[in-house]
């Protein structure tokens, strides 16, 4: 580069005016074997910031670091189960509970396409399926209400969290 | 966060932290400890960690500072000819600095005659090749002051070595 140029760059360094672009033209220049001679005391300044630049060896470091590391290696991110889910499924549960007392009773009065699995059922055993049923039903009532206590409850925990992205 | 992520974010810049710590301390086996010593810390902080914005400012300052620790619990009231460009030292070869070890040394003192913040912003700029936001990032000062820092130890540091130079060879 230039001789004027460097200098006026080399001025503008000194008054702390340089962007990182002429700072990089400057060493650049100062480790090339064609400094003018007027220049040539500032050699080796530039050249010590250019060298102090350049890269150790640390894998030892590394290596080290990693291997401690790798002894307390955490597991990837638990999976939080909400509230809500707790919920959606025990509902479910409860659907799929009486649905089957339900077609259960149903297929067995109709008398229909049955399987040749399933047995013929008595008189008795009608009456004991539909008691058992009918108690079920009050049981699955009596938790339906207490998951909408809990719902209300959750709702109200729920405003006060941020949005648990399950109950989109 | 993952190993993986912790080795691009953090253990990438290793270099940069060692060249910073040894600029402070002046011993390369100190400035290698404290490399490792910080990286385990990031690591025991690594929630914390990747919810930080500024990766870099964050954890150079945490080397800075563990260094000037490391430098004041020497109860040293000098630091003493720094031994970054020993002859005898195995992780840099002398052989490619064009100036003699002298010279290096005389840079290396007069860098660490200037007041810390001076040292740390011309560690920043002139070796690191940091923009001025960065730098007052990290050293929690404001662009202004980095570029008056930057002058005042240019001038200071071309004072002395024009001096010292003309005593040499």
């Known amino acids: 580069m230039e001789y004027n140029n460097i200098k006026d760059l080399v001025e503008k360094y000194w008054a702390g005016e340089t ?36 890269e150790v060896s640390l894998d030892s470091i590394e290596a080290a670091v990693m291997e401690q590391i790798q002894h307390k290696a955490v597991p990837t991110k638990t999976k939080v189960i909400s509230l809500g889910r707790i919920m959606k499924v025990a509902a479910a549960v409860a659907v799929l509970m009486g649905a089957t007392f339900f077609l259960y009773n149903q297929m067995g009065s109709s008398g229909t396409q049955m ?7 008595t008189l008795d055993e009608e009456n004991e399926s539909l008691e058992a049923y009918l108690e079920l039903k009050a049981a699955l009532a009596l938790v339906s209400n207490k998951i909408d206590d809990g719902k209300q409850q959750a709702i109200k925990g729920l405003s006060r969290t941020k949005s648990i992205p399950i109950l989109k | ?29 100190v400035a290698e400890d404290v490399v490792q010593e910080i990286m385990i810390k990031v690591w025991n902080k690594r929630v914390e960690a990747a919810k930080i914005e500024n990766k870099p400012a964050w954890v150079m300052k945490m080397t800075r500072n563990l260094s000037i620790d490391k430098l004041r619990s020497k109860h040293s009231k000098t630091r003493g000819i720094p031994e970054g460009y020993d002859v ?37 700029r002139d070796i690191e090749e940091m923009k001025y936001k960065e730098i007052a990032d990290i050293l929690e000062i404001s662009v202004d002051q980095v570029k008056v820092n930057i002058y005042r130890a240019r001038n200071y540091i071309k004072k002395e070595f024009l001096k010292t130079d003309s005593y040499g060879v």
């Open chain 2, 88 to 124: 005898v030292n195995k992780t840099h070869t002398p052989e490619t600095i064009t100036q003699s070890n002298d010279t290096v040394r005389t840079i290396q003192d007069i860098m660490a005659k200037l007041p810390e913040v001076q040292r740390m912003c011309i560690q920043l």
């Open chain 1, 19 to 54: 962007d990182l672009q002429e700072e990089s033209t400057l060493k650049t220049y100062f480790s090339s074997a064609d400094v003018h001679p007027s220049l040539t005391q500032y050699k080796p300044l530039f050249s010590y910031f250019q060298e102090a630049k350049k």
């Open chain 1, 115 to 121: 399987a040749d699995s399933e047995r013929v059922r």
């Open chain 2, 1 to 29: 966060m993952t190993v993986e992520e912790f080795t691009n974010d953090f253990m990438s810049m290793k270099q940069r932290l060692y060249r910073l710590s040894l600029s402070i301390v002046g011993s390369t086996m």
